[in-house]
């Protein structure tokens, strides 16, 4: 059994650790598969080959980040104790606080540096607006295993060297943005950089476009819908920007329905969605291959458990839980069990859908420190997105705004309209309410406000707005 999976190991194409891609290669045109055996191989055989790896990635960082050494020393685990998938489980989490922690006692990229810092040729990090930013050190190795298998996930998008793709997030730490234009330029596409975030720049976007014939793009949810928006200020109809598909990360949208299909309606292209986090680039380890919401946990780049967000044991197939994810490509900053936080849903593979991957049929849906309870009931704030959106006359942004009154926490959505009539708008407003009850299992208030009150986004949405924090923060919470 061991020579058979020592074999099948081999025949994967190009796996070998440390990570070594030929640079050259691309498959045909008319291939669907990037590497056919690695993407539709029985799945318990990668998974053979995923437990070796993950042993010599265990040994790895044992040997080069005093970090993992301590850490596993502490829980009594030694690379060597991992004799098989079930073993793994035992390894501890890691967390984003560990990472921020072990940061600030070992400037600037922490003892979980794998490699000699004088090995870091690419800085990104976090933006920092939430505590100490993290700085992410990338190794020239380590950045070609992303854009490697940045071009691999989105040639299986239909991604080609024909296209144009181009990058409409923010070009500064953010490591989306690079790993999309890596990953279009190993791919052989056309890159266009023109980024996002600064004042104007929307509008000249939708002119750039139209210029540079861009075929694809790629940035998150909100802001195509923001650009649609803007795009139909200027009096250019979003679907003869000639986008042929749109690909994204940063934040859920993409696999939920209301909001891909605004976006499908409004350019007339193919939707996509992708990402994990920055932390374990390649983040698009998480990707849509097939034109359909959801991703493949695409498990030979990063191993990816659904686990209980308490005892983090992957959950069975069918089930709800976090995502935590283990780098196997990564050789400066190796994650080992990052403890994601998200909420998503898996399905075990099935050949049927082309690729022997686990399928998160709803991607990721949100944060468990997003989620909130309103009555007993735990509530997501894509759900409410989800059912808004959907609503005719909705206005293009709303805000979710939770409160305390006396001891009950109450729920309300301003919501934005368009075209609605005066004497109508009430009726409009108990309508949203009735599909919020029945979506949520509890009562939301709708205050319908103008067109335009809210700001749009460039990058990542914000629509909560949570009293509660304010009240606990002076004291007066419980
Ligand atoms: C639902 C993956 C990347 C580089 O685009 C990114 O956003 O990384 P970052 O800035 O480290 O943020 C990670 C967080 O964004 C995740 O924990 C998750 O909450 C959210 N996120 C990223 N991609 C998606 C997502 N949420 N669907 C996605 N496709």
Known sequence: RS???ASSAQSMEQWTWPPRYDETYRPPAGQAHWFPHRETMPAEQRDEAILARIREVMAYAWDHAPFYRRKWEEAGIHPSAIRDLADFEKVPVVRKEELRADQA??????????VDP??????????GTTGRPT??????????????AHAR??????IRETDTVLVASPLSLYWGSWGAYTGAERLGARVFPFGAGTPGQTARTVMWMKQMGVTVFYGTPSYALHLAEVAADEGVDPADLGLRKLFFSGEPGASVPTIRGRIEAAFGAEV????SMAEVSPWMHLGAANHEPGVFAWQDLVYTEVCDPVDHHRVDYGREGTPVYTTLERTSQPMIRLLSNDLTRWEAPSADRGRTYPFLPQGIYGRIDDMFTVRGENVYPSAIDDVV????????????????KSTMDTLAVQVEHRGVAESTLDGWARAIEDKLRRALGVGAHVVPVEYKTFDRTEFKARRVIDDRD????LGSGS
């Open 389 to 404: 959106m959907a609503a005719e006359g909705y206005g293009g942004e709303h805000r979710i705004v939770i409160s305390r």
């Open 105 to 114: 006692a070992h400037e600037p990229f922490g003892s979980y540096l794998a």
């Open 153 to 158: 996930v989105m040639w299986g998008m239909g």
């Open 470 to 473: 304010l009240l606990r923060r």
């Open 118 to 127: 004088s090995e870091v040729k690419h800085v990104n990090g976090t933006s």
């Open 272 to 275: 996509y969605d992708s990402g």
């Open 135 to 148: 700085a992410f050190g990338i190794s020239e190795r380590d950045w070609r295993s992303v854009a490697n």
């Open 3 to 5: 020579a058979q999976s």
